[in-house]
């Protein structure tokens, strides 16, 4: 009887705690529990994080992809035509995010950094609701933590404004998309979780393989089913199709009647098939060692945790479709990084959608053995747990918090990539801008494209990133010839050279008629202005007009400033 009285007095107690409130409006009636209601708090304490930090980063140097995609966005607003007027082996959605973003945040770098900053943002409340929406509100919380702080790995790219951030967008719709269409078996939330998923294929063809897994999934689930209802699965899994299909077609007929279908054909399809075949295997194996222990160093607690799901799925308490979806989610999104064998650190952005929410279904896992292994009580066990992780996550940022709050910009630069000329670029920029006439142009031999968008010049050639007249494809003889021909045609004004091998980024066996041009060129029609001496590839002297007579650079990686006589 004492015991019926202490369970009865329990339950209560746990009642009370649980209360939800409740409001109405037009008739509908909406309650929040108490977990909700921390939880909700503990999402914009996050928000108002990531944008305190996100903020210190508006003005960091662009790297170079950073500055050929801003610098497409600035062609497509002006109306040059994709993959003619110039070009990437990716298709058109790539151009259209950034031209999106420039237009609504400014051609600036501050204003595309806010952009991403908002995309990144979206991100976070997306993957929040699809956790919750999966499995609780703390697993939202734990989820949209994993997903804030991953994105910000200094090795991963994570304070720039590289496209992937925008395949992570799509792909965190999509997860929160599916997760409400799994529950509802609604043909529309179906269709437009298809959607969100071929808009990430638009930007990164990697992507795909998310894509796929959502038509997977959407086929086990039915499997996983007691009761097979086959006409809800052909609905449902052709409204998702529907809405891949409906993207990829709008994209394509858009470049259709802009007349560059064909030459999207060849850079998407045939260029790329060659560029991947560029790293072998074992190559590619050392690039992803160095690149994981990179991104991982002061972030394993958030990758790791993630990947426990991968061991306490096998218990027995855990539904085998949570087990399906958990599992089959972390390796495609893993997937989307192997094509090529590159394993470049910004290329992991496409894998946090997944992995942030995996953790989500760690925290689920666990509390479901706990719970049912133990026999402990579920509402004390959730807090502790995300009292852990909370206090984890706080060390975390004490750990980091030079880095997030006071960021030293070429520092950090350097640290993530290294000797590259990231930071001279901006300075060169600037120097431009404060010595020429909107009117005047310039080019550059090396690919360095983010000078074209600090500068608001145009490139005289569509071949604006250099790299493609170095690579040992079978164009890239007519390519040079095509840059050379377009160069002497304009007479640009500035003539910047990049004496610096990962600049260039000569391929063995290419072609150097371009380099043999330019020698010839420079020495009839330019004169010496400007010089960086980037002494041991780490700290850079500028050298300017007069200073130059009575300087000698150093041996190492130089850039040079030439104008026209």
Known sequence: MAKAISNNKSQKITRNIESSSSFTIAGKTFSFSLEEKICTALLLILVFLVYTIRSKFLLIPFERDEGIYSYMGELLLEGKVPYKDFYEMKFPGIFYLYAFIINFFGETVKGVHTGFMWINILSILFVYFASKKMFSPIAGIISAATMAFVSLTPSLSGFTVQSEHGVALFISLGLLLYAHARSKKHFLLYLFTGMSMAMAVMIKTTAVFVAVWGGVIIFLEFLFEKEKKYKEFFKNIFAYSLGGITIVCVFFLIIKIKGGFDEMLYWTFEYSKQYSQLITFDEGIKYFGYTRDAILQNHKLFWYHSILAIAVCLF????????????????????????????????????????????????????????????????????????????????????????????????????????NPFPEAMEIGNYINANSKPEDNIVLIGSEPQIYFYTKKKSPSRHAYFTALVTNVPMHKDWQREFVRDTEKAKPRYLIYFDHPISLMVQPNVDHYVFEWANKYVNEHYKLIGLVDMIDGQHSKYVWRDELANYKPEPNYNIYIYEWK
Request: glycine content about 6%; hydrophobic content about 45%.
């Open 316 to 419: 027995r308490p855990i539904p085998y479709q949570l087990k399906v979806y958990g599992i089959t989610l972390l390796a495609c999104s893993f997937l989307t990084i192997v094509p090529g064998y590159f394993f470049y650190g910004h290329y992991w952005i496409q894998i946090i959608p997944g992995l942030a929410v995996v953790a989500g279904l760690t925290y689920h896992c666990v509390i479901t053995i706990f719970e049912n292994k133990f026999k402990l009580g579920k509402l004390s066990i959730k807090y502790i747990y995300l009292s852990i992780f909370s206090i984890l996550v706080f060390y975390h940022i004490k750990t980091l918090k030079s880095y997030y709050f006071h960021p030293n910009y070429e520092l950090i630069l350097r640290q993530v990539y290294g000797n």
